[in-house]
């Protein structure tokens, strides 16, 4: 899969990302320490610029698909997610590289967000798993996907190295399909 749909729901609206409108983004990619957590660099034009490339690069071998995220409650982009490291043959894809301005966090944006990607995953799709990944740390993501159902299968220690040189531990999530079908009906 190589393209990018447009997934809609009455908050939200997932649509590709691509370097037509980016930057729409800009503002919110360069507020201060918005991905302390992620290895990502998005705080200038052109750290975002090659964010993006790297992004549609990954969507051409078929190993990812971003989205920019607009949010209708507040009629503005937000920021952008996507599904990753996307495993046809074994049915599994990862949700990241979400990113939202603060002023959309703890909104109900992430969630609404999260619930319109699983949904397509597990129901379009036919994905049979999807994985998240989060920094240890970051404790408002990680009750975030447990609200979602995700259930914590490990920690792999001193996982990924963060743009200020530490090397994070990495919490691995993981909701089954029939999991999200029995309460997502």
Not at 110 to 127: H, I, P, Q, S, V
Request: contains cysteine; hydrophobic residues 35%.
């Amino acid at each position: 899969m190589n393209y990018t749909p447009t997934l809609e729901n009455e908050r939200v609206i997932l649509s590709p990302l691509t370097l037509e409108n980016y930057e729409k983004l800009i503002p919110i990619a360069s507020q201060k320490k918005l991905v302390q957590y992620s290895p990502s660099d998005i705080e200038t034009p052109s750290r975002l610029k090659n964010y993006v490339e790297t992004a549609l690069q990954q969507l051409a071998v078929g190993s990812s698909i971003p989205f920019i995220i607009y949010d209708r409650e507040h009629n503005t982009f937000a920021g952008s997610t996507r599904f990753m490291h996307i495993n046809s043959k074994n049915k599994v894809l990862h949700i990241g590289s979400t990113w939202i301005g603060r002023e959309f966090q703890g909104t109900g944006l992430n969630t609404e967000m999260k619930k319109l990607m699983l949904a397509y995953a597990f129901t379009t799709l036919d994905f049979e798993k999807i994985e998240f990944r989060v920094d240890e740390r970051n404790t408002a993501s990680r009750k975030a996907v447990e609200k979602l159902g995700c259930t914590l299968e490990g920690i792999l220690r001193k996982d990924v190295y963060l743009l200020d040189g530490f090397k994070r531990n990495t919490c691995c999530y993981g909701l089954l399909q029939e999991e999200w079908l029995s309460t997502n009906k």
